[in-house]
């Protein structure tokens, strides 16, 4: 594996590369902000000899041009594709975000690969963030290794790390989270500080020294050798145990010796079918250095123990009408398969699709159906057309590679498909499928915006409509109740990079406005109201007069409109007209204009006349009738609640309810989840809730989620509903 001799291909093995699905290795880059996630992809670049030592590809360009928002932002905000070639294997690197905000970049990248690399920073351990992707890749049994980084940071600690690694994600288990190898540290400088210089193989007792720029392989003075024994035999075991061959277990427990080779395969079977999970040591080469410490071992690492794509299966296809296909994995003879990972916006070659092929072959300018279906609720339409694509390319930085066709298991971008959005399914045009989509979080923090100027609200919804293409965790709202537009998004560096994507990409200024819940009216008691429509102004006049009746309802009863008139006083034609001017005025408000709820409005008098009454004058004189039975009576303010669901760790329990019970929020109930987790239920007020993301986040440290729903309008108290009055009136 990492111990293997290696040579970089050259330009005959780049053309060599991903012509067969078992010569790719799909890998995505998983850990928290600051982990040091780009600089290890850069570092493998530069190793694998993709890019020159200034970080530079052969063509222009730096493997970690970051867009102008990422350089603001200081921090990488989507999925990057770095692909890198290592022994005639092509190896696509997704590179994905550490800020929570961005989750759904990584569930993309996941969806994208076949193994997870985990970056740990050895100066600051493993987050609760680290651990629930951990646990959503072992639900999936995908494939995992651990990369420790920063080892060069004062208080860097290997062996600890690997300690903190084992706890976190070993679970049960902590055989299975192993070291394969061991720093070497030269001599202290005058900070005290011993820098890692080189790495010791715990199978093959092999010493690599990165001390000179490159790698150089030694025999190991004989008096390290007694130091590293315990941790060998602790890998020897955890490999024969987690790789269940028998055989070699019976000859260890007989003490018989076990060849490397032997141990190195059983290794490599166990990381593929995950359930094994390694830890490594990397580091950026020093100046002037051609190699990075420890990334030669951990291309061997990926080339050597990661599934190929035909070994990690195929996501659920159907047809368009639901009806499961079952196809060969990763065939590229087999009908065509394609997932739209991240699409994305340039100004010059328009938009672009990163696809994931997971069977067939894709050609430049083909023709392919493109289906998008089930996130009608986040602003997407389902759609099903046909459109030819543009070219078909490998980005590496800002550049793009032209390729003729892309196989099965392997990722490209691709040019011109006007209604192709991230996670729409590509396929044949006489064979049209759909891939099962992957889970995306809820967006629920509400950025309400509105046009700066007119020349920016001509060009809004098309900016809008082009951001939620690109984002499915976004989710546009036009709220026809308090008719707002509103952004959902999962946090606030993700809507700061919405409303810079809004600036910079589609030139469309927004302004951000205050975000109202939709609010309602009801009365508090029984009242009456009289209607009066009488003008005279030549020729036919209006007249139109009724009496009602208002009375109180149960929540959810809605507006109920009764007739008692008895007599004829208001002729039976003109009933459906008191009716519509009352409906009409409810959709209103009569207080604070908000719409009228749970009322039953009985019609029990009125008058007519024979030439100037009409449906227009009782419709009218219907209206003012609820304004005058409003204007005497109570009006009390609904409010929406919602059922609050969070799912948190148990330390952390005791302040999130407190939490809920400080938003005016009743606690319903606790269960207990696996994990360490406990599932929080309760109903709290809408109004109460606008920046719990935000604020839960902080509160749990990033372990925490929470789903709601609404379920009902219900009073709002006295003193909350004045001070929204209030806010109205300043409004």
């Excluded at 109180?552 to 459906?576: C, K, M, N, T, Y």
């Amino acid at each position: 594996m990492g111990d293997k001799a290696h040579t970089h291909p050259g330009a005959a093995g780049r053309a060599r590369a991903a012509d067969r699905p078992t010569s790719v290795r799909n890998v995505v880059l998983v850990g928290p902000s600051g982990s040091g996630k780009t600089t290890l992809v850069e570092a493998l670049a530069l190793t694998a000899g993709a890019v020159n030592r200034a970080g530079r590809v052969e063509d222009g360009g730096t493997v970690s041009d970051y867009d102008a928002i990422e350089h603001r932002q200081q921090r990488s905000v989507q999925l990057s594709l770095v692909p890198v070639e290592w022994d005639g294997i092509k190896i696509n690197l997704l590179d994905t975000p550490g800020y929570a905000d961005f989750v759904g970049e990584l569930r993309a990248g996941l969806r994208a690969a076949d193994a997870a690399l985990f970056v740990v920073s050895a100066s600051d351990g493993v987050d609760g963030s680290t651990r629930m992707v951990w646990d959503e890749c072992a639900a999936v049994g995908m494939p995992r290794a651990i990369v420790v980084t920063h080892l060069e940071a004062a208080r860097a600690d290997f062996t600890e790390m690997t300690r903190v690694c084992a706890e976190a994600f070993g679970g049960d288990d902590p055989d299975a989270v192993l070291p394969l190898y061991l720093p070497l540290h030269g001599p202290e400088g005058p900070d005290g500080h011993a820098p890692v210089t080189g790495l010791i193989g715990l199978l093959t007792q092999k010493l690599f020294d990165y001390s000179s720029g490159e790698r150089e392989e030694h025999e190991p003075d004989p008096d390290r050798l007694p130091l590293i024994e315990e941790a060998r035999a602790r890998l020897i075991e955890g490999i024969i145990a987690e790789s269940e061959d028998e055989t070699l277990m019976d000859r260890y427990l007989g003490g018989e010796p076990c060849d490397v080779e032997t141990l190195i395969e059983d290794l490599e079977k166990a990381v593929a079918r995950g359930a094994f999970f390694p830890v490594l040591a990397a580091a950026p080469a020093a100046e002037g250095a051609r190699r990075g410490l420890g990334t030669v071992e951990l291309l061997g690492l990926i080339t050597g123990g990661f599934p190929t794509p035909p070994e990690h299966g195929t996501p659920r296809v159907t047809s368009i009408d639901g009806t499961p296909r079952e196809l060969d994995p990763c065939d590229p003879d087999a009908p065509l398969v394609a997932e739209v990972v991240k699409t994305s916006s340039d100004p010059y070659v328009g938009r672009i699709s990163l696809v994931r092929l997971f069977s067939g072959t894709l050609r430049a300018d083909q023709t392919v159906h493109v289906s998008g279906h089930g996130l009608a609720d986040r602003g997407h339409e389902d759609h099903d057309v046909d459109e030819r694509i543009g070219a078909l390319s490998t980005p590496f930085g800002k550049q793009q590679r032209p390729v003729s066709h892309v196989i099965a298991g392997d990722l490209a971008c691709v040019a011109k498909l006007g209604r192709a959005e991230t996670g729409d399914t590509l396929s044949a045009k006489d064979d049209p499928l759909l891939m099962e989509p992957w889970e995306m979080p809820d967006p629920l923090l509400p950025l309400a915006i509105r046009a700066h100027s007119k020349p920016d609200e001509d060009k809004l919804s098309q900016g809008l409509a082009r951001l939620v293409a690109e984002d499915p965790t976004m989710r546009l709202e036009h709220n026809q109740d308090t008719h707002q537009v509103v952004l959902w998004c999962l946090g606030e560096a993700h809507a700061d990079v919405a409303l810079e994507r809004l600036r910079s990409r589609y030139g469309v200024q927004v302004d951000v406005v205050a975000h109202r819940v939709p609010l309602r009216e009801t009365f508090g008691g029984r009242a009456s109201g009289r209607g009066r429509h009488v003008k005279q102004s030549g020729g036919h006049g209006q007249f139109a007069i009724c009496e009602i009746d208002v009375e109180p309802l149960p929540g959810g009863s809605g507006i109920e409109f009764v007739d008692r008139v008895v007599g004829g006083a208001v002729p039976r034609q003109f009933i459906p007209s008191v009716e519509k001017g009352v409906r009409a005025q409810a959709a209103k408000g009569v207080a604070a204009g908000h719409p009228l709820i749970d009322v039953r409005v009985t019609l029990r008098d009125g008058k007519a006349h024979s030439v100037d009454s009409s449906d227009a004058a009782f419709q009218t004189a219907g209206a003012l009738a609820l304004r005058e039975a409003a204007a005497d009576a109570r009006i009390n303010l609904l409010e929406p609640v919602a059922a609050v669901s969070v799912l948190v760790g148990d330390d952390y329990v005791g302040p999130v309810m407190s939490d809920l019970s400080g938003r005016r929020g009743r606690v319903l109930g606790t269960e207990q989840s696996a994990g360490g987790r406990t599932l929080v239920r309760a109903e709290v007020p809408e109004i109460e809730i606008g920046r719990y993301s935000v604020d839960l986040r902080a509160l749990s440290h990033g372990t925490a989620r929470f789903s709601r729903r609404y379920v009902r309008h219900e009073p709002m108290p006295t003193q909350v509903a004045e001070r929204v009055r209030e806010e109205a009136v300043g409004s």
